[in-house]
């Protein structure tokens, strides 16, 4: 049997669990993987371009599970009333190819992101970090507030976005968390000016604020998109060279893997007036690590439910007996 996770599972979850236990647990999970980088299975995400937006199956693989996630981006989306990415994902079995896990993945997508953007900046941001600029205030930007806090500790939070209702949605939906200082910015500029951290969450590059050299300040570190002059940090090259802001740069541009970090190989940063950069594309090791979390966490608390996602015989060599006799051949096969 496969067990079975929708939104509503999900959200139920996380609300038993809190969100940012959530986090904090989901980016010990990532963290982990990303120790044992060499036992996975890679590859770059296969994408399907379209002329409003793009679908992605993202797979990765250990000795033990096999993870992949379907996910899109397609920008215009919320012009009819839908969400800019949407995904679902499992996890098999890699001895005997059985589906373990079936689960919604546009909320733990939002949670993942976060969680190793927030795990990546504890590496490669300044000791004592406290402040943070977020460009952007969509879907996403709550969770990342909160990883940020969460495992960081930042407490100030300066916002801008084109949309001023997409910041004022963002202040209602974080006026809970008393421990954050939440400050509307006039502008990029004013957002990201004496910020020790710069995160942009904008899903349309056409529309997208962009960062200018001028803005950057010594000892920043950056989830945005300025590359000339950073000490650059990537998931997976191969799939960063494609998709990143290092695409921008010469293919032997200098590059760090993030596993190279966090297993010691690499400092993460050299000195504190250094400016850090981790051009995160999303990759699919970190799609794992969730669903592994999830699943874990679903086991644990019993959310979800058990479905036949596919048959389970009496007779292995015998599918056409679900067409011959339906009932009769569940019955045997719970007896």
Excluded at 271 to 298: M, P
Aim: glycine residues 6%; negative net charge; charged residues 20%.
């Amino acid at each position: 049997m496969t067990r079975y996770l929708d939104v509503t599972d999900l959200s139920h979850l996380v609300t038993r669990k809190g969100l940012s236990t959530c986090l904090r647990e989901m980016a010990e999970y990532i963290r982990q993987d990303y120790l044992r980088w060499h036992d996975f299975e890679k590859c770059p995400r296969l994408a399907n371009h379209s002329p409003d937006g793009v679908i992605e199956l993202m797979p990765v693989s250990d000795a033990n599970l096999y993870a992949f996630k379907y996910v899109n981006g397609h920008p215009k989306n919320t012009q009819r009333g839908m969400l800019t990415v949407m995904a679902f994902g499992a996890l098999g079995d890699v001895d005997t190819g059985a589906p373990v896990l079936l689960s919604e993945m546009t909320l733990t997508t939002a949670l993942r992101t976060a969680a190793t953007s927030a795990l990546a900046a504890r590496y490669l941001a300044r000791p004592g970090s406290r402040s943070m600029a977020l460009i952007g205030n969509g879907s996403q930007s709550e969770f990342q507030a909160l990883a940020f806090h969460a495992l960081l500790g930042i407490e100030e939070i300066r916002l801008y976005d084109l949309d001023p209702q997409a910041t004022a949605k963002l202040i209602a939906n974080l006026s809970t968390f008393p421990a954050l200082k939440l400050v509307q910015a006039s502008s990029v500029a004013d957002a990201v000016r004496g910020a020790d951290i710069v995160t942009t969450v904008t899903a349309d590059k056409a529309y997208a604020t962009i960062l200018t050299p001028e803005m950057i300040e010594p000892g920043m570190h950056l989830n945005a998109d300025i590359v000339e002059g950073a000490r650059v940090i990537v998931e997976y090259e191969p799939q960063s060279r494609i998709e990143g802001e290092i695409q921008q740069m010469p293919a032997n541009s200098p590059t760090t893997e993030f596993w190279q970090v966090v297993n010691g190989q690499a400092v993460g940063r050299e000195n504190d007036t250094q400016v850090t950069l981790f051009d995160s594309v999303g990759f699919a090791l970190e799609d794992y690590s969730a669903l592994r979390y999830v699943l874990d966490e679903a086991k644990a608390l019993g959310i979800g439910r058990e479905i036949e996602l596919v048959p389970e015989l009496a007779n292995p060599k015998d599918l056409f007996a679900l067409l011959r006799d339906p009932a009769e051949t569940l019955a045997k096969k719970r007896a």
